[in-house]
C-alpha cells in the first residue's frame, strides 16, 4: 500500500556474526543460485533483519564488513519488490536507536525512496511510529514528498489513523536550519506576524490542506516569535527578563490558534497540548478554557472536557461557545454512562 514499508514483515535475518558471514548463510545455495549470490542474499537479509528487530551492534559490524549494505535496498531478498532500505524497516518498526544510529551514517540519504516512491518518513507515519517521525524530521526528512500513490507522509499516516503522527508531520522539523535549509527549503516567513497571518488566511479556508499549511504557518510563527523574556531587537540571549504580558498574549494566542488547527485535523493529543500552554501563559483566559474542552472532548475524554468547560465559565460566565460546550461535555457524559 503506497511507499510504507509492509506491516506484516517477519523477523527476517536472525542474529549471527554478520561479519563474518559465510558463503553459504548457513544453509546450501538454493537451486538456480551460485554460492555468491546465496551468500549476497544471506548477508542482505541479515543485514535488513537487524534493522527490524533494532540491533544496533550487529548493523555496526555488518556495515564495517560490507559498506554497500548501506545503500541495499532489499536487493536479493524475496522483499526485493518492495525495495526498502534498513532505515524503511527500523521506522517502520519504531526500532528508534537503529533509525538514529543509521541517520548518524556518513552520507545517508535520509530521503531515500523505496520502489513504491516512499521515503522512511512515509513508513514511520504509515506505521504511527511517532519518535521515529521526530527523528526523521529532525535528520531533514522532506515531508512533502509524495509517493507512486501521491500520498505526502502525512496522507499516510491520516490513512491509517495515526493522528499524532500525522501532527508532527503537520508541524515540521522545529530546527531552523533544517526547517528552512536544504536544497529546497519552504521559504522563511519574514517574521512571526507573517507567519500567523498566513496560518489565519489558511484557517479560514477550512480544507484539510489548507489546514496542516495553518498548523505549518502558526508553527512558523512560534519559531520565529522572540522567547519570552526578551524581544526582537535584543538579538541573541543573554540575561533574561521577566515576560511582558504583551509576550505572554502573543504566544498564547498562536497556540490557541494551532490548537484549533490540530482540533479541526482530528489530531486531538496536539490539541490538547497546545491548549495547555496557552493556559499555562494565560490561565484565565476563557478561550483556552475552550480550547482544552474541545481537545478532551475528541479525545473522548466526557468528565474532563466538562471540568474544562466548568473552568472556563468561571472566567468568562457569559460565554456562549462555553457554555454550548458544557452543555454537550454532559450529555455525551450522560450517553456513555447508558452504555
Known amino acids: 500500500a503506497g511507499g510504507g514499508a509492509e506491516a506484516g514483515f517477519g523477523a527476517a535475518g536472525g542474529g549471527g556474526d554478520l561479519a563474518a558471514m559465510p558463503p553459504s548463510a548457513g544453509t546450501s545455495p538454493k537451486k538456480g543460485k551460485t554460492a555468491e549470490e546465496a551468500a549476497y542474499s544471506g548477508r542482505v537479509r541479515a543485514w535488513m533483519g537487524a534493522a527490524k528487530a533494532g540491533r544496533v551492534a550487529e548493523l555496526a559490524a555488518a556495515l564495517g564488513a560490507a559498506p554497500w549494505l548501506l545503500t ?46 516512499g521515503t522512511a518518513l512515509h513508513s514511520a507515519a504509515a506505521h504511527g511510529q511517532s519518535a521515529a517521525v521526530e527523528a526523521l524530521l529532525a535528520a531533514g526528512a522532506s515531508p512533502s514528498l509524495t509517493d507512486s500513490a501521491g500520498d505526502s507522509p502525512a496522507h499516510a499516516a491520516w490513512r491509517r489513523g495515526h493522528r499524532h ?52 504557518s502558526y508553527t512558523d510563527a512560534l519559531l520565529l516569535l522572540p522567547p519570552i523574556g526578551r524581544t526582537e531587537a535584543e538579538g541573541p540571549p543573554g540575561k533574561e527578563q521577566p515576560a511582558s504580558e504583551d509576550q505572554r498574549e502573543q504566544e498564547a ?25 496557552a493556559l499555562a501563559l494565560r490561565p484565565e483566559w476563557g478561550k483556552g478554557y475552550g480550547r482544552r474542552g474541545t481537545a478532551l472532548l475528541g479525545l ?15 472566567v468568562e460566565p457569559e460565554s456562549a461557545s462555553l457554555l454550548q460546550g458544557l452543555e454537550q461535555a454532559v450529555h455525551a457524559a450522560a450517553a456513555a454512562e447508558l452504555v
Open 253 to 277: 494566542v498562536l497556540r490557541s490558534n494551532r490548537s484549533a488547527a490540530h482540533a479541526r485535523l482530528c489530531q486531538f493529543r496536539h490539541a490538547l497540548e497546545d491548549a495547555n500552554a
Open 165 to 216: 503522527a500525522e501532527g508532527l508531520i503537520d508541524r515540521g522539523a522545529l530546527a531552523p536550519a533544517v526547517r528552512w535549509g536544504g536544497s529546497r527549503p519552504p521559504a522563511r516567513p519574514g517574521g512571526w506576524e507573517e507567519a500567523k497571518m498566513a496560518g489565519n488566511a489558511a484557517f479560514t479556508k477550512g480544507s484539510v490542506p489548507c489546514l496542516r499549511r495553518a498548523v505549518w
Open 300 to 314: 473522548g475524554e466526557w468528565r474532563q472536557a466538562e471540568a474544562a468547560y466548568r473552568e472556563g465559565l468561571q
Open 72 to 117: 541495499n535496498r532489499s536487493e536479493g531478498t524475496a522483499e526485493k519488490q518492495l525495495g526498502n532500505s534498513a532505515l524503511h524497516w527500523a521506522a517502520a518498526s519504531g526500532q528508534i536507536e537503529a533509525v538514529c544510529w543509521l541517520l548518524s551514517q556518513p552520507g545517508f540519504d535520509v530521503n531515500t525512496c523505496n520502489q513504491g516512491g
